[in-house]
C-alpha cells in the first residue's frame, strides 16, 4: 500500500539535537511546497534520555499528529550512561531504535546509525524478525562516521537529514539553504559535506519502499510557528508590553520569547523570585497602566492563586497563561495532559469572576490571546489562557496573512484626567471608582491611574465601597458582589458578538457529536472525517470558552444529535463535568472517551473509541478510559 | 504633555493634604504605635515634595494594611506578604511615581520574607516601612518573627523555641542600601528617617517600633531610646558595610535586652537602582512604560512586521 504522507520520526537523546534537526525539516518542506505538522515527546532532563519528533508531511493542510509513523531516523542516544538492559531505565543508547517499534507502519523505513549502535545489540532485540513480519525497509548506516569525517559527531543529525531526502528522493536544496541562513563558516560546510556525502552514500543503497512524499505549492507566503509563538504574539500586538514570571516547564518558551522581544518592542521583562511575586508584579504593573501578563504551569499557578484572587476583587485586568502539563504535583513535567481546567476555573478563595479561554491550535493561540486581553482590560477582569505542552510546542504552517492584523494597545477602561475631574468623587477626596451602577449602565466602574490629577482611590481586596474603602454593610456588599459577577454575562453577550471562539466541524445533520476542546480539537477533527468515510453520521464541536461558558451554542449543538462523545486529556472528565455543570442537563447523552498516558490522542483512537462507543464494546486499547453515559 | 499632570507638579504641599477630606474612625486601639507612623509619614510628605496624586502607597495585610485608608493618595491593600511585588513593578511601570510599601513584622519577615530579600536585593527605587510590633496584634496577639526566643502565646503555649529574626542584618545581606530603625516614640527622627528614605535612589528599608499596647509592650517599653547618631557610644561609618553590619548586630541584640537603639544603620549612595540598571543594559524605555498608553500619538509594533520573517 502506497503511503501518500510522510510521517517522519527522529529519535534521539536530549542533546543530540533532534528538537533542531526536526525543526529545519519541517521547514524545509513546508518551504518546498508541503503543509507540515510536527508532534515533540521529550523526557525531562537536559543529557540523555529518549527523545523524539514527529514531522509529518502533506499536500493538504495538516490538522494533527498522525497514527504511528512510517520513517523512523534512529539515532540512538549518545548520551546515554548505561548500556544495561537490566539498567532501571532500560538499555538507554538504544532506546530510539526499539523503544516504540509497533508505531512503525507497515512497509516504513527505519534508518538507523551504526556508527553509535552496536551490530550484536541490535541482534538482540530481534530487529531482523520485526523488520520481516512488518515489511519495514531497515538502512543501517553510519551517519556518525560521515559526521566526523567533515566536523563533529553532533553532525550525526545533518547526515541523517542527507540519508533520508536520498531515501525519500526529496530535493535538498532547501536544506541546503538552511543551512546557509543558519550558519557560516567552518560549521556551514562541514555540515553541508556531511549532508552530501550521506545523500550520496544512501543513494547508492537503491532503497525501495511505499511511501511517496507529494508534490505542493503553497497559494500565499505560510510561516511556520509552535503555539508560544502565536500566543507571545497575540500578546504583543495587543499591547501587553509587561510580563513577569518564574521558569516552569512547558510554561518557560512563552516566557522565553517575550523576554526576548519586550526589549526591543519597548517593554518590560522581570524574571522573580517565585510565581507570588510573578502574578503579583503584573498586577501592580497593571494598576500603574501598562498592559501586563504572566503565567505558569500547574504548580506554579496553584501559587498564584491568592494573587488572582485580589485581582478579581479589585477590579485589576490582568492575563495569566497556564501551560498544563502532567499532574498531579510534579507529575510528568514534559508530557501533555488537560488536567488543570479544575483547576484554574477555580483556584483562590471566593466566587470566581475570571475568563478562560482554551485555544485549539497556533491560529487559535494568537486570536484567543488577542481577545484575552481586550476583554480583560475593557472589562476589568483577570483573563486565562489555558493550553498545554502539545501546542506549547508543536509546529505548524500557517498563511502568514493570518497574523497581518492591526496592533490594539487600548488600555480599556481608563479615564483621562479631563474625564476624572468630571466623575463622580467622595466627599473624602477619593474617586469614586468602583460605582455601583456605572454611568453608561454596563457593570464596568472605570478606573484611575496613579498619577493621574484627582483620580486618588484605594484598591483593596477587602470587600469596598465605591471609593474603595472597606466595607461590610450588607447592602454594599450584595451590589458589588452582583456587579463583578454580572460582568461574566456582559462578556459572554460581547463574545456571542464578536468572538466566535467556538468551532464546528462536520456535517451539519450528523447523528453523532464528538464534543472537545482545547489542543485534541484538530485531532479529533481529523478523526470526524475518517468516521464519516467509515459510513458513520458524525460532526465535532470544539469549546473554548470555558468561562463564561458559551450556554447557548453548545445547548443548541447538543440538542441536534442524538449523544455525544467528549475526548479530553484527563482521568476525571473534567471538560464533560463542566459542561454538565453550566448546562444541567444532557447528562444522559454524554459520554467520554479518557487519555492520561502522557501522549496526545492519535487521530485512530479516538476513531476506535468512538466505533467502540455507538457499538457498546469494550475499549481494545489499554492507553485510554471509556466512560459511559449518566444511567448507561 | 504627560497623561499623569500630578507628577513633578510644582507647588507647595501641606500635609493636611494627605488626610482624607473625611477621615474615616481609626481601627487602630489607643496608644497604638501605628499613628506614630501615619503622622511622621503625612510630616514627611511636605518635605519632599510630593503631592498625594503622585504617591502611591501600597500595604500588605494586618493593622499596619490599614495605613492607607487614612493616608491620602492612591493606595493599594494587597494580599499577605505581598505589597513589595506589585509596589515595585507599579515603580518600573511608571518610575516617576513616588512608591511607598508598608506592612507589619508578620507580613514583611515572614510571609513575606522572600518578597523582602528579592526586592532589597534588585534595589529598587522605593522605601519600605516595616511596623515591628513584635506580635501579631490583628488576630489577637500569636508569636510573630521578630517575638523575643521564649515568648508565649496561645500558638506558642511552652515558650517559642525559635529566636527572632535579624531584620536589619538581613535586609543589608541581602541588598538593600539605606537600612534604619525608627520607633513610634521618636516622632522627629522618624519623620526625617522616612523623608532620607523616599529622597534615597535605592530600596530603603525603615523598621519602625510600632507598640502594641493590646497585645505586646506599650510606649514605656520603648522609652528611653538612643538615636545612634546622636550617641557617643556609638561611632561608625554608616557607609562601611562591615560597621554597619556590627552596629545592626548589637542594635538587634539589645532591643530584646531592653535596649532601644535607633537610627540610621547602613546607607550606599553610590549603587545604582534596579530602574537604572535595567535601563543600562537595554531592558527599560527610557520614558515611563505607563506614559505610552496615554499618548494617542504613540507608534506601536506589529509582530507581523517585525518577527514573522525568521517563521517563513
Known sequence: ?632 | MSAFSAIGDEREIDRDEFTPGIEPQATWCPGCGDFGVLKALKQAMPEVGRNPDEVALFTGIGCSGKLNSYFNSYGFHTIHGRSLPVARAAKLANPELEVIAAGGDGDGYGIGGNHLIHTARENHDMTYIVFNNEIFGLTKGQTSPTSPKGHKSKTQPHGSAKSPIRPLSQSLNAGATYIARTAAVNPNQAKEIIAEAIEHDGFAHIDFLTQCPTWNKDAKHYVPYTDVQQSDDYDFDLSDRAEAAEMMRQTEEKLYEGEVLTGRMYVEDARPSYGQEKRQIGEMPEEPLAERYFDEDAEWERTYDNLLEHHK
Open chain 1, 1 to 632: 500500500m502506497t503511503d501518500n504522507e510522510l510521517i517522519w520520526r527522529i529519535a534521539g537523546g536530549s542533546g543530540d539535537g533532534i528538537d533542531s534537526t526536526s525543526q529545519n525539516f519541517a521547514k524545509a518542506l513546508m518551504r518546498s511546497g508541503l503543509h507540515v505538522f510536527t508532534h515533540r515527546h521529550y523526557p525531562s532532563r537536559i543529557r540523555g534520555g529518549h527523545t523524539y519528533v514527529e514531522v509529518r508531511a502533506k499536500d493538504e493542510p495538516v490538522q494533527s499528529r498522525g497514527d504511528g509513523y512510517n520513517f523512523l531516523l534512529a539515532l540512538g542516544d549518545s548520551f546515554a550512561r548505561n548500556p544495561q538492559e537490566e539498567a532501571y531505565y532500560g538499555k538507554e543508547e538504544l532506546k530510539p531504535l526499539y523503544e516504540n517499534f509497533d508505531d512503525l507502519r507497515e512497509g516504513g523505513v527505519l534508518l538507523y546509525d551504526e556508527g553509535l549502535l552496536d551490530e550484536e545489540d541490535v541482534e538482540e532485540i530481534e530487529l531482523e524478525e520485526a523488520a520481516e513480519e512488518n515489511g519495514w525497509h531497515v538502512v543501517p548506516m553510519d551517519l556518525r562516521g560521515i559526521a566526523k569525517e567533515h566536523g563533529r559527531e553532533i553532525m550525526r543529525n545533518t547526515a541523517g537529514i542527507g540519508a533520508t531526502a536520498a531515501i525519500l528522493d526529496i530535493d535538498t536544496a532547501e536544506f541546503e539553504q538552511l543551512i546557509e541562513q543558519n550558519m557560516s563558516g567552518d560549521m556551514q560546510e562541514a555540515n553541508l559535506n556531511v549532508l552530501h556525502d550521506a545523500y550520496e552514500a544512501a543513494a547508492d543503497l537503491d532503497i525501495d519502499h511505499d511511501i511517496e512524499v507529494p508534490d505542493n505549492s503553497h497559494d500565499e507566503e505560510q510561516v511556520i510557528l509552535s503555539g508560544s509563538n502565536a500566543i507571545s504574539y497575540g500578546a504583543l500586538d495587543e499591547g501587553c508590553r509587561f510580563i513577569s514570571g518564574y521558569p516552569m516547564t512547558p510554561w518557560t518558551d512563552v516566557f522565553t520569547i517575550m523576554s526576548q522581544h519586550l526589549p526591543e518592542f519597548g517593554g518590560i521583562s522581570e524574571q522573580v523570585e517565585d510565581e507570588i511575586a510573578a502574578a503579583a508584579l503584573a498586577l501592580g504593573a497593571s494598576h500603574a497602566g501598562v498592559k501586563a501578563m504572566s503565567g505558569s504551569s500547574g504548580g506554579g499557578f496553584a501559587l498564584m492563586s491568592e494573587p488572582l484572587g485580589l485581582a478579581e476583587m479589585t477590579e485589576t485586568p490582568i492575563v495569566l497563561v497556564e501551560a498544563m502539563r502532567a499532574g498531579p504535583s510534579t507529575g510528568m513535567p514534559t508530557k501533555p495532559e488537560q488536567a488543570d481546567l479544575e483547576h484554574v476555573l477555580y483556584t483562590s478563595q471566593g466566587d470566581s469572576a475570571r475568563v478562560v479561554f482554551a485555544p485549539a491550535n497556533i491560529r487559535e493561540c494568537y486570536t484567543q490571546t488577542r481577545s484575552a486581553f481586550r476583554i480583560a482590560y475593557e472589562y476589568q477582569i483577570p483573563a486565562i489562557v489555558v493550553y498545554d505542552q502539545k501546542i506549547q510546542g508543536e509546529l505548524r504552517n500557517l498563511p502568514a496573512s493570518h497574523f497581518d492584523e492591526e496592533p490594539n494597545a487600548d488600555p480599556g477602561s481608563v479615564l483621562t484626567e479631563e474625564e476624572i475631574q468630571e466623575a463622580a468623587h467622595h466627599p473624602s477626596g477619593k474617586f469614586q471608582r468602583f460605582l455601583h451602577e456605572p454611568e453608561d449602565g454596563s457593570n464596568v466602574s472605570p478606573r484611575s491611574v496613579p498619577g493621574q490629577k484627582d483620580g486618588r482611590y484605594l484598591a483593596t481586596g477587602n470587600e469596598h465601597n465605591p471609593s474603595g474603602h472597606i466595607s461590610e454593610d450588607p447592602e454594599n456588599r450584595i451590589a458589588q458582589m452582583e456587579r463583578r459577577l454580572n460582568k461574566l454575562d456582559d462578556i459572554r453577550a460581547d463574545l456571542d458578538e464578536n468572538a466566535g471562539h467556538q468551532t464546528y466541524y462536520g456535517p451539519e445533520d450528523a447523528d453523532h457529536g464528538i464534543l472537545v476542546w482545547g489542543s485534541q480539537q484538530d485531532t479529533a477533527f481529523e478523526a470526524v472525517d475518517r468516521l464519516n468515510e467509515n459510513g458513520h453520521s458524525v460532526k465535532a464541536l470544539g469549546v473554548s470558552d470555558m468561562m463564561p461558558y458559551p450556554v447557548e451554542e453548545v445547548s443548541e449543538w447538543l440538542e441536534s444529535v442524538d449523544e455525544a462523545l467528549v475526548v479530553e486529556m484527563n482521568a476525571t472528565a473534567q471538560f464533560r463535568g463542566l459542561t454538565q455543570k453550566e448546562l444541567g442537563k444532557y447528562g444522559e447523552k454524554l459520554s467520554s472517551l479518557l487519555k492520561y498516558n502522557g501522549n496526545p490522542f492519535e487521530p485512530a483512537e479516538i476513531v476506535d473509541g468512538f466505533e467502540s462507543s455507538i457499538d457498546g464494546e469494550e475499549l481494545a486499547a489499554s492507553n485510554m478510559k471509556f466512560v459511559p453515559a449518566a444511567g448507561d
